[in-house]
Nanobody, 115 residues
Framework: QVQLVESGGGLVQAGGTLRLSCVVS????????MAWYRQAPGKQRDLVAG???????NYADSVKGRFTSSTDNTGNTMYQQMNSRKPEDTAAYYC?????????WGQGTQVTVSS
């Protein structure tokens, strides 16, 4: 069974930098897709960045130029580098991956950006 565990969240001032990590265990094959989502209080969970099986990335317009998603060489750890943080980036951040039509999710890590 695939498990994902996020870490790296916390309180950061606007304009600051933060890097989230997501450790993946229990996988055998490279997933069909990986992604980061976020959910602010009272709002739906939205896509932040996606990573295809070929390694290409796509980003939500709200984070383009500020966030960078990547994986390590083994594909067992995902990273979300977040620069120039804004208060509206405050949310719980989740990593996820897909095999076929099945998505597996981490428990989330809270990021709070103070102005």
């Amino acid at each position: 069974q695939v498990q994902l565990v996020e870490s790296g969240g916390g309180l950061v001032q606007a304009g600051g930098t933060l890097r989230l990590s997501c450790v993946v265990s229990g996988r055998i094959f490279r997933p069909d897709a990986m992604a980061w989502y976020r959910q602010a209080p009272g709002k739906q969970r939205d896509l932040v960045a996606g990573i295809s099986s070929a390694g290409s990335t796509n980003y939500a317009d709200s984070v383009k130029g500020r966030f960078t998603s990547s994986t390590d060489n083994t594909g067992n750890t995902m990273y979300q580098q977040m620069n120039s943080r804004k208060p509206e980036d405050t949310a719980a951040y989740y990593c996820t991956l897909r095999y076929g039509s099945t998505w597996s999710w981490g428990q989330g890590t809270q990021v709070t950006v103070s102005s």
